[in-house]
C-alpha cells in the first residue's frame, strides 16, 4: 500500500461506540416501522424482547445506552450507545453531514439525492449526449469518493493524498473527453449519442 501512517482523526473509543451503535439501529429500525404492517405484533414483541437483552448485554461490557424522553418518561426507543465517554448516535443527519465531509462540493448531497429521487428539476433538459450523460453521472461522484477516502484513511491513520491525487488525474481525463477531437463518428447508446470529435453542428459550421 503507497499510503502512509499518521495519527488517526478518530479515537478507538469512538470507533468502538459507532460499530456498537449499528445493531442497535437495525432494531430501532424494525420497531419503529413493524406497527404499520398488519398481523406484526409477535415479531414486534420479539424485536422489542432482542432489544432489551442487547441493552443488558452492553451494559455488562461497559457500553452506555442512551434512550428517548418524553416529559421525562423514557419510551425506550434507543437513541445513542456510548463507551469511554464517545457518543455515537443510530440516526444521522445526512445534510448536515454532507457539510461535514464535502466543504467544497455543498450542493453535491442534494443534485444526487434529487437524481436518486427521479425530481423534475433534475431530470428537464438532459442533453441527448451520452458524453454529456456519462460524465454528469460519474463526474459528482469523485468529491464523494475523496471524501469516503478521507474519512477512512483519518479512521486508520493512513495519508490519502497518492489516493487522491490518481482520482484527480481520472477526473480530469473524464472532463477533458469533453474536448471535441478530429474525425468526428458517433453512434446510438442507451444514454443518447456516443460521439468523438467535432459536434454534428460544429462539422456543419466548418464546411
Known amino acids: 500500500m ?3 501512517l499518521t495519527q488517526p482523526d478518530v479515537s478507538s473509543e469512538m470507533r468502538i461506540a459507532r460499530a456498537a451503535s449499528l445493531l442497535p439501529g437495525v432494531y430501532q429500525g424494525a420497531i ?3 406497527p404499520k404492517f398488519p398481523g406484526s405484533d409477535e415479531e414486534l414483541a420479539t424485536k422489542k424482547e432482542a432489544r432489551t437483552d442487547l441493552v ?5 461490557h461497559g457500553f452506555e445506552v442512551l434512550t428517548a424522553n418524553k416529559s421525562g418518561v423514557s419510551t425506550g426507543d434507543i437513541t445513542a450507545v456510548v463507551y469511554g465517554g464517545s457518543r455515537a448516535s443510530i440516526n444521522h443527519n445526512i445534510t448536515q453531514l454532507a457539510g461535514q465531509f ?3 462540493d455543498p ?3 442534494g443534485m444526487l439525492s434529487g437524481a436518486v429521487h427521479s425530481k423534475l428539476w433534475v431530470l428537464n433538459d438532459i442533453s441527448e449526449s451520452a ?3 456519462i460524465r454528469a453521472i460519474v463526474a459528482p461522484l469523485m468529491p464523494v469518493s475523496d471524501a469516503y477516502t478521507n474519512a477512512i484513511c483519518g479512521y486508520l491513520g493512513l495519508d490519502a493524498g497518492p489516493i487522491l491525487a490518481r482520482r484527480a488525474t481520472r477526473l480530469n481525463a473524464l472532463m477533458t473527453r469533453g474536448s471535441p477531437p478530429r474525425n468526428a463518428t458517433q453512434r ?7 460521439q468523438s470529435g467535432l459536434r454534428v453542428d460544429e462539422i456543419a459550421r466548418k464546411r
Open 56 to 60: 443488558a448485554y452492553y451494559a455488562k
Open 2 to 4: 503507497s499510503c502512509w
Open 131 to 133: 458524453d454529456e450523460a
Open 188 to 194: 446510438g447508446t442507451a444514454f443518447g449519442q456516443l
Open 32 to 34: 419503529a416501522l413493524l
Open 107 to 109: 450542493y453535491l448531497y
Open 102 to 104: 464535502l466543504p467544497d
